[in-house]
Nanobody
Framework: QVQLVESGGGLVQAGGSLRLSCAAS????????LGWFRQAPGKEREFVAA????????RYADSVKGRFTISRDNAKKTVYLQMNSLKPEDTAVYYC???????????????WGQGTQVTVSS
């Protein structure tokens, strides 16, 4: 089983960048598909990006395509989310999780981290 801890959130001005990290522990990191979600106040948790462990590719929400990049370092057991050209609507708590289902809804992911706050000021 994989345990996840997010870090790297903070306050940034619109147009700025942040890189989130998700450190994993556990024996199955190399063969786990991992993803990022976010949840803004009063809103449902939404999918942001995911990475297939076998290099089969990445998937992004339309709202972040071209601005966010997901990557992983198997040696460090860490997944990253590089966020560029940030907008105030990107403000949310960002979570990483392990993909356990066939789709990209929150119910298709498990082993959630505690989250890291990202705030983008206008």
């Amino acid at each position: 089983q994989v345990q996840l801890v997010e870090s790297g959130g903070g306050l940034v001005q619109a147009g700025g960048s942040l890189r989130l990290s998700c450190a994993a522990s556990g024996r199955t990191f190399r063969t786990s598909d991992l993803g990022w979600f976010r949840q803004a106040p009063g809103k449902e948790r939404e999918f942001v990006a995911a990475f297939r462990w076998n290099g089969a590719g990445t998937r992004y929400a339309d709202s972040v395509k071209g601005r966010f990049t997901i990557s992983r370092d198997n040696a460090k057991k860490t997944v990253y989310l590089q966020m560029n050209s940030l907008k105030p609507e990107d403000t949310a708590v960002y979570y990483c999780a392990v993909k356990i289902g066939s789709d990209y809804e929150p119910t298709d992911f498990g082993s959630w981290g505690q989250g890291t706050q990202v705030t983008v000021s206008s």
